[in-house]
């Protein structure tokens, strides 16, 4: 049986922080049962640290930066490169993006630019903490997201979204 603690703990990291995180590593991985495997394994490393945070913010921007370089370290295993996931044949998981919309058109961008675009338009993160997630310099989150913002908007208009702005 777990610790009373521990098990207050899980209770509250589930609900404050599965669904954020869950479409972070889904949002990087383009797997719902990686991503799924990812959510699983940043909990639990929470679980075990051993240090305090200094406030739910500092937390959660812990839990972030475990979760993408999880989903790294994922991306580069030799397992990953070496197999075909089970999604190619199994059933649709439970959120998919919308065909033709535009999560489909970020999902199909390459992680890079994916990561910073969850981070700043899903998360609320601006590009200076993600940059501080990510351990890269501001100038090259705006580069990312400027490159990606570009990306998105051709494939839009060539979808026939019609002339975008921006």
Avoid at 11 to 27: C, N, Q
Wanted: glycine residues 6%; charged residues 30%.
């Amino acid at each position: 049986m777990a610790e009373p603690d521990k098990e207050a703990l899980a209770e509250r990291l589930v609900e404050l922080y599965s669904d954020k995180l869950l479409r972070l590593a889904y949002s990087i991985l383009n797997s719902v049962p990686d991503a799924q495997d990812v959510c699983q394994e940043v909990l639990l490393k929470r679980l075990e640290h051993p240090g305090v945070f200094e406030s739910p913010e500092h937390e959660a921007a812990w839990l972030v930066r475990v979760a993408v370089n999880t989903c790294k370290n994922l991306r580069r295993s030799p397992w990953r490169t070496r197999t075909v996931g089970l999604e190619q044949v199994a059933e649709p998981a439970a959120f998919q993006p919308e065909e033709g919309g535009v999560l489909e058109e970020v999902q199909k961008l390459p992680a890079k630019y994916r990561e910073v675009l969850v981070l700043y338009y899903y998360l609320g993160y601006d590009t200076g903490e993600i940059a501080a997630l990510l351990n890269i310099r501001p100038e090259a989150v705006r580069a990312r997201m400027s490159r990606a913002r570009r990306h998105l908007k051709a494939e839009l208009e060539g979808q026939g979204y019609g002339r975008l702005s921006g």
